[in-house]
């Protein structure tokens, strides 16, 4: 894939994880905690393979601001992991705002650093299907 198809596949990864965000919001809203268990077990593997897949495509154009972005992945994926392994033992009432955080956060992600990111590919690897 060139740059600028990784970037669309980014686009469309980004998709799936707002669809499942608005799907794991009405399952908290509705305090559906076996929807929500199921949700956020997938949103822990959309996210990793989207998280790895970015990484791939910051390397391959020598993204600058790469390290901060990174660390900004880790710090979702570990918070997302260790909210899966909370709720295998506790009740949804507990973890409820830790979700909503972490939507949040990887809402906001996608608009800032994930931009940033976007544009560098767009100003960087050449011109439309290079
Ligand atoms: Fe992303
Ligand atoms: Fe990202």
């Given at each position: 894939m060139t740059p600028r198809e990784q970037v669309d596949a980014i686009v469309r990864d980004h998709a799936e994880i707002a669809d499942l965000v608005a799907r794991l919001r009405s399952a908290l809203e509705g305090g559906d905690h076996q929807e929500m268990k199921s949700l956020?077990?997938?949103?822990?593997?959309?996210?990793?393979?989207?998280?790895?897949?970015?990484?791939?495509?910051?390397?391959?154009?020598?993204?600058d601001q790469a390290d901060a972005h990174r660390a900004e992945h880790a710090?979702?994926?570990?918070?997302?992991?260790?909210?899966?392994?909370?709720?295998?033992?506790?009740?949804?009432?507990?973890?409820?705002?830790?979700?909503?955080?972490?939507?949040?956060?990887?809402?906001?992600?996608?608009?800032?650093?994930?931009?940033?990111?976007?544009?560098?590919v767009s100003a960087n690897a050449g011109p439309a299907g290079a």
């Amino acid at each position: 894939m060139t740059p600028r198809e990784q970037v669309d596949a980014i686009v469309r990864d980004h998709a799936e994880i707002a669809d499942l965000v608005a799907r794991l919001r009405s399952a908290l809203e509705g305090g559906d905690h076996q929807e929500m268990k199921s949700l956020l077990m997938a949103l822990e593997m959309v996210e990793a393979k989207h998280y790895a897949s970015e990484e791939a495509l910051m390397r391959a154009v020598a993204y600058d601001q790469a390290d901060a972005h990174r660390a900004e992945h880790a710090k979702m994926l570990d918070t997302l992991k260790r909210l899966n392994e909370v709720l295998v033992w506790e009740n949804l009432g507990a973890i409820g705002p830790q979700v909503v955080a972490h939507i949040e956060a990887a809402l906001e992600h996608m608009i800032d650093a994930d931009q940033a990111l976007n544009r560098f590919v767009s100003a960087n690897a050449g011109p439309a299907g290079a």
